[in-house]
C-alpha cells in the first residue's frame, strides 16, 4: 500500500515538474553550470570505474571462453557487453551514486530549511528552479560520458588482454571493430539518456518530499539511490530487448 | 592547490587508517555486543534482499539476452547457462550485491551514526562510560561482514534464474539443457570465491560507513554528505579490488 502510495506521489510530481517546466522558459545558463559541474565531480571516478569495469570484463571473458579454446574471441566479448551493457549501466550506477545522491541531500536540506517553501512564498515555481536545470544537465551529461566510459575501458581491456592474458592485440582489436557498429554507441547513448532522466526524477523526489532532520535527509539520500539503481537495471533489460532483441 | 589536496586526502587516508585499525581492535578483544550485532545482521539482511534480488536478476535476464546474441552466431546456445554462471558467480553478484549492500545498509548506518554524531547521541555515549566504537560501530561492522556474503549466494541464485527466465520462458531455449550446463565450467569453488570476495567488500562497507557516519559535521547537510561519500567511495573500492581479487582468486592469467 505505502509503495502504491509513493508510485502515485512519484507520478504526480513527475507531472508537475513537467508542466512547470514547459510553462516557464529554459533555464539555459543554469542546465549548463548544472551540465558542468555534474559531469567534472563525477569524471575521475568514472574514469576509474570504467578502467577497471574494461580489466574485469576481460578476465571475465577469457574464463569463460578458455575452456572452449575460444580465447581469442575476448575481444568480441568485451567489445559486445562493454559498449551496449556495461557502460551505460556502470556510468549509470555511478552517477546515480554520486550526482543523484547529492541532488537528493541537496534539496532535502532545502526542504527541511524552508527554503523551497520560502521560494514559492516568492512565487517561483521550485519545480522548475530546482529540479529542471539538474535535469537538463545530467540528460546533456550523461550520454557523454557514455562515450568517454566505452573509450577507457576498451583502452584497459586491450592492456589486460594483451599483457596479462598474452592475447594478440592486433586480433583483439579488430574483433571489436568488426563486432560493434556506430549505432551500438548510439543506443548506449540512448540507454544513457533514460538513465538520466530516471536517476534525477527520483533523485529529487526523494529530495523533494524529506522528513525533517538530519535522519530524514539521510532516510531520503539513501532511499533515492537505492530506488534509482535499481530501476536502471530493471529498465536496462526492457531497452536491451527493444534495442538489441 | 592540487599540494594542499593531496595532502589533506593523505591526512584522510591517514585518520581512516587510525579508524580502521581501532575497530579491529576491538573486534578482535571482548566484550561483544553480540545481541546487538545480531539485530544490526538480520535488519541489514532483511533490507537489502530485495534490492539485491531486483538488481541480480535482470542483469541474468541481460547476460542471457546478449550472451545468445554471440553463441547464436556459432551454434552453442547449449553453453550459454555456463557463461551465465560463471559471469554471475564470480563477478556481477558478488559486485552488484555489495553495491546494493553500500547503498543500501551502509549508507543507513552512514546516517545513523551521522544522527547520532549530531544530536550529540555519541558524546553522551562516552559520557556515560561507554565506548562509542564498540556499542555503535562494532556492531554495525560485523553485521555487514555477515549479510554481505549471505545477499550475495541470494543473488547468485537469482541472477541464473534471471538468465533461466530470459533463455527458457522468453526465447524458448529448452530448460533441461540450460540447468545441465549451468556447474559445465563452474565448480562450487567460484561459489567460494565469490563468498570470499563478498566478506572482503562487507567489512570495507562496515568500516568506510562507519567512518564516514562516525565523523560527520555540519548538521542535517553533513549527514547527507556522509551518505554520499559512503557510497561513492565503497562501491569504487570494490570495483578496483575485484579486478585484484579476481586475478589472485581465480588464477586467469595468459
Given at each position: 500500500?505505502?509503495?502504491?502510495?509513493?508510485?502515485?506521489?512519484?507520478?504526480?510530481?513527475?507531472?508537475?515538474?513537467?508542466?512547470?517546466?514547459?510553462?516557464?522558459?529554459?533555464?539555459?545558463?543554469?542546465?549548463?553550470?548544472?551540465?558542468?559541474?555534474?559531469?567534472?565531480?563525477?569524471?575521475?571516478?568514472?574514469?576509474?570505474?570504467?578502467?577497471?569495469?574494461?580489466?574485469?570484463l576481460?578476465?571475465q571473458g577469457?574464463?569463460a571462453f578458455?575452456?572452449l579454446?575460444g580465447q581469442h574471441l575476448v575481444g568480441m566479448f568485451v567489445a559486445l557487453a562493454g559498449v551496449r551493457e556495461m557502460?551505460?549501466?556502470?556510468?549509470?550506477?555511478?552517477?546515480?551514486?554520486?550526482?543523484?545522491?547529492?541532488?537528493?541531500?541537496?534539496?532535502?536540506?532545502?526542504?527541511?530549511?524552508?527554503?523551497?517553501?520560502?521560494?514559492?512564498?516568492?512565487?517561483?515555481?521550485?519545480?522548475?528552479?530546482?529540479?529542471?536545470?539538474?535535469?537538463?544537465?545530467?540528460?546533456?551529461?550523461?550520454?557523454?560520458?557514455?562515450?568517454?566510459?566505452?573509450?577507457?575501458?576498451?583502452?584497459?581491456?586491450?592492456?589486460?588482454?594483451?599483457?596479462?592474458?598474452?592475447?594478440?592485440?592486433?586480433?583483439?582489436?579488430?574483433l571489436a571493430?568488426a563486432t560493434t557498429?556506430?549505432?551500438d554507441?548510439?543506443?548506449?547513448?540512448?540507454?544513457?539518456?533514460?538513465?538520466?532522466?530516471?536517476?534525477?526524477?527520483?533523485?529529487?523526489?526523494?529530495?523533494?518530499?524529506?522528513?525533517?532532520?538530519?535522519?530524514?535527509?539521510?532516510?531520503?539520500?539513501?532511499?533515492?539511490?537505492?530506488?534509482?539503481?535499481?530501476?536502471?537495471?530493471?529498465?536496462?533489460?526492457?531497452?536491451s530487448?527493444?534495442?538489441f532483441g | 592547490?592540487?599540494?594542499?589536496?593531496?595532502?589533506?586526502?593523505?591526512?584522510?587516508?591517514?585518520?581512516?587508517?587510525?579508524?580502521?585499525?581501532?575497530?579491529?581492535?576491538?573486534?578482535?578483544?571482548?566484550?561483544?555486543?553480540?545481541?546487538?550485532?545480531?539485530?544490526?545482521?538480520?535488519?541489514?539482511?532483511?533490507?537489502?534482499?530485495?534490492?539485491?534480488?531486483?538488481?541480480?536478476?535482470?542483469?541474468?535476464?541481460v547476460m542471457a539476452l546478449q550472451g545468445l546474441a554471440i553463441f547464436d552466431t556459432f551454434g552453442a546456445q547449449r553453453m550459454l547457462s555456463s557463461l551465465v554462471?560463471v559471469a554471475?558467480?564470480?563477478?556481477?553478484?558478488?559486485?552488484?550485491?555489495?553495491?546494493?549492500?553500500?547503498?543500501?545498509?551502509?549508507?543507513?548506518?552512514?546516517?545513523?551514526?551521522?544522527?547520532?554524531?549530531?544530536?550529540?547521541?555519541?558524546?553522551?555515549?562516552?559520557?556515560?562510560?561507554?565506548?562509542?566504537?564498540?556499542?555503535?560501530?562494532?556492531?554495525?561492522?560485523?553485521?555487514?561482514?555477515?549479510?554481505?556474503?549471505?545477499?550475495?549466494?541470494?543473488?547468485?541464485?537469482?541472477?541464473?534464474?534471471?538468465g533461466?527466465?530470459t533463455a527458457?520462458?522468453?526465447k524458448?531455449e529448452?530448460?533441461?539443457?540450460?540447468?545441465?550446463?549451468?556447474?559445465?565450467?563452474?565448480?562450487?569453488?567460484?561459489?567460494?570465491?565469490?563468498?570470499?570476495?563478498?566478506?572482503?567488500?562487507?567489512?570495507?562497507?562496515?568500516?568506510?560507513?562507519?567512518?564516514?557516519?562516525?565523523?560527520?559535521?555540519?548538521?542535517?547537510?553533513?549527514?547527507?554528505?556522509?551518505?554520499?561519500?559512503?557510497?561513492?567511495?565503497?562501491?569504487?573500492?570494490?570495483?578496483?579490488?575485484?579486478?585484484?581479487?579476481?586475478?589472485?582468486?581465480?588464477?586467469?592469467?595468459?
Amino acid at each position: 500500500m505505502t509503495a502504491l502510495r509513493t508510485l502515485g506521489r512519484f507520478g504526480f510530481f513527475v507531472a508537475t515538474f513537467a508542466s512547470a517546466s514547459l510553462r516557464h522558459p529554459l533555464p539555459v545558463r543554469a542546465s549548463i553550470i548544472e551540465a558542468y559541474r555534474i559531469g567534472v565531480r563525477s569524471l575521475p571516478i568514472l574514469l576509474v570505474i570504467s578502467i577497471f569495469v574494461g580489466t574485469n570484463l576481460t578476465l571475465q571473458g577469457f574464463a569463460a571462453f578458455k575452456p572452449l579454446g575460444g580465447q581469442h574471441l575476448v575481444g568480441m566479448f568485451v567489445a559486445l557487453a562493454g559498449v551496449r551493457e556495461m557502460a551505460p549501466i556502470m556510468v549509470s550506477a555511478m552517477v546515480a551514486a554520486k550526482a543523484g545522491t547529492e541532488m537528493a541531500s541537496q534539496i532535502a536540506v532545502m526542504r527541511i530549511r524552508e527554503q523551497i517553501d520560502a521560494l514559492e512564498v516568492m512565487s517561483i515555481d521550485p519545480h522548475w528552479f530546482l529540479i529542471t536545470p539538474r535535469f537538463l544537465g545530467i540528460f546533456l551529461v550523461l550520454p557523454a560520458l557514455t562515450v568517454l566510459s566505452i573509450f577507457t575501458l576498451m583502452v584497459s581491456a586491450w592492456t589486460v588482454a594483451t599483457l596479462q592474458l598474452g592475447l594478440n592485440g592486433d586480433e583483439f582489436l579488430a574483433l571489436a571493430r568488426a563486432t560493434t557498429h556506430p549505432a551500438d554507441f548510439g543506443y548506449g547513448m540512448i540507454k544513457a539518456a533514460c538513465f538520466a532522466a530516471i536517476i534525477c526524477l527520483v533523485s529529487c523526489f526523494y529530495g523533494f518530499y524529506s522528513e525533517a532532520g538530519p535522519d530524514g535527509v539521510g532516510r531520503a539520500t539513501n532511499s533515492a539511490v537505492v530506488v534509482s539503481a535499481v530501476s536502471c537495471a530493471v529498465l536496462n533489460y526492457l531497452l536491451s530487448e527493444v534495442l538489441f532483441g | 592547490m592540487g599540494y594542499v589536496a593531496s595532502m589533506t586526502s593523505l591526512a584522510g587516508l591517514g585518520r581512516f587508517g587510525l579508524f580502521s585499525a581501532s575497530v579491529l581492535w576491538r573486534v578482535l578483544t571482548p566484550p561483544w555486543e553480540v545481541h546487538e550485532t545480531a539485530r544490526h545482521t538480520l535488519n541489514v539482511a532483511v533490507r537489502c534482499f530485495l534490492p539485491v534480488m531486483a538488481i541480480v536478476f535482470p542483469l541474468g535476464m541481460v547476460m542471457a539476452l546478449q550472451g545468445l546474441a554471440i553463441f547464436d552466431t556459432f551454434g552453442a546456445q547449449r553453453m550459454l547457462s555456463s557463461l551465465v554462471s560463471v559471469a554471475v558467480f564470480r563477478e556481477l553478484s558478488p559486485v552488484l550485491a555489495s553495491t546494493l549492500v553500500a547503498a543500501q545498509g551502509g549508507s543507513s548506518f552512514a546516517a545513523e551514526l551521522g544522527a547520532m554524531r549530531i544530536r550529540e547521541e555519541l558524546d553522551a555515549t562516552e559520557v556515560m562510560g561507554l565506548d562509542p566504537l564498540r556499542v555503535h560501530v562494532v556492531p554495525r561492522v560485523l553485521a555487514c561482514v555477515v549479510a554481505t556474503p549471505m545477499l550475495n549466494i541470494a543473488g547468485s541464485l537469482s541472477g541464473i534464474a534471471g538468465g533461466m527466465f530470459t533463455a527458457v520462458v522468453l526465447k524458448g531455449e529448452p530448460a533441461g539443457i540450460y540447468w545441465a550446463n549451468v556447474w559445465a565450467l563452474t565448480q562450487p569453488a567460484d561459489l567460494l570465491g565469490g563468498v570470499l570476495k563478498t566478506l572482503i567488500f562487507g567489512a570495507v562497507i562496515g568500516v568506510v560507513a562507519s567512518y564516514h557516519g562516525y565523523n560527520a559535521s555540519g548538521g542535517a547537510a553533513g549527514v547527507g554528505q556522509a551518505v554520499n561519500d559512503t557510497v561513492v567511495i565503497a562501491a569504487t573500492s570494490f570495483i578496483v579490488a575485484n579486478y585484484f581479487l579476481t586475478t589472485a582468486l581465480f588464477g586467469v592469467m595468459g
